[in-house]
C-alpha cells in the first residue's frame, strides 16, 4: 500500500517534508507565546503625572441620612458618599467587586461597614478592606470564583455647599492612554478634534 502512495506521489521527500512543516507550524501556533511589553508609538496617548486634588463631588443638600449611601462624581470616577450612623461621612469607589454593581446602592451597617446590594459583601468605610466577602447564597457561587477585592477610599471634607472629593485628576485620563483611538474612530480624537 505505501508503495502505491509513493507511485501517486513521486516526490515523497518533498511530501514528507511539506506534512513535517506543517505540524512544527501547527504545534506553533499553540505554543505559549512570552509576554510582549507596551510599546509606545505615535498613536498611543501619553500618560500624565498623578495630580491629587480636591474636587467638588455633591452638594452638601445632596448628602444622605445617617446609614446611607449615595452616588456622585469626582474627576470623572464613580464615588460612593456613605454616612454612618453617627453622621461621619465617608467616599469609597462606587464600583463594587467582583460584578461591579454600584455601592452606593448598598446599607450603611452599624459596624462602620457598607454591604454591597447583591453578593452582600462588606467594606471597611474607613479602608476599603473587604471584611466579609460575598457571605450571601449568591455571593458564594460568584464570589467563589474571584479573589476578595476591596474598594478604594477617598479624603473628603465639605467646602460650602459642596462635598469635594481628594483624587488623582489625571486618573481617568492616564487609564483611557491605554487604549487606541484609531483612525477608524468616527467620533474623532480623545481630546474631542477631528483628524
Avoid at 486634588?53 to 456622585?72: E, M, N, Q, R
Avoid at 449568591?138 to 477585592?149: M, Q, R, S, Y
Wanted: proline share 7%; glycine share 10%; net charge positive.
Amino acid at each position: 500500500r505505501l508503495h502505491s502512495l509513493t507511485k501517486s506521489f513521486p516526490n515523497s521527500t518533498n511530501m514528507k517534508s511539506a506534512i513535517i512543516a506543517t505540524l512544527i507550524g501547527s504545534a506553533a501556533a499553540f505554543a505559549p507565546t512570552s509576554q510582549v511589553s507596551t510599546r509606545s508609538t505615535a498613536l498611543n496617548a501619553a500618560k500624565g503625572k498623578p495630580s491629587l486634588k480636591y474636587v467638588p463631588c455633591i452638594s452638601t443638600d445632596d448628602l444622605p441620612a445617617p446609614g446611607s449611601a449615595t452616588s456622585g462624581v469626582a474627576g470623572g470616577l464613580a464615588i460612593c458618599i456613605a454616612v454612618d450612623d453617627k453622621g461621619a461621612v465617608y467616599a469609597l469607589g462606587d464600583k463594587c467587586p467582583p460584578v461591579n454593581q454600584p455601592l452606593s446602592f448598598g446599607t450603611v451597617t452599624s459596624d462602620g461597614c457598607i454591604s454591597d446590594p447583591v453578593l452582600g459583601t462588606k467594606f471597611s468605610l474607613k479602608t476599603g478592606e473587604v471584611v466579609s466577602w460575598c457571605p450571601t447564597g449568591l455571593g458564594k457561587l460568584v464570589g467563589g470564583i474571584f479573589d476578595p477585592v476591596g474598594v478604594p477610599t477617598y479624603p473628603v471634607k465639605a467646602k460650602g455647599k459642596t462635598v469635594e472629593v481628594q483624587v488623582d485628576v489625571n486618573y481617568k485620563a492616564n487609564f483611557e492612554a491605554e487604549y487606541w483611538s484609531g483612525v477608524l474612530d468616527a467620533q474623532g480624537k480623545a481630546n474631542g478634534k477631528y483628524y
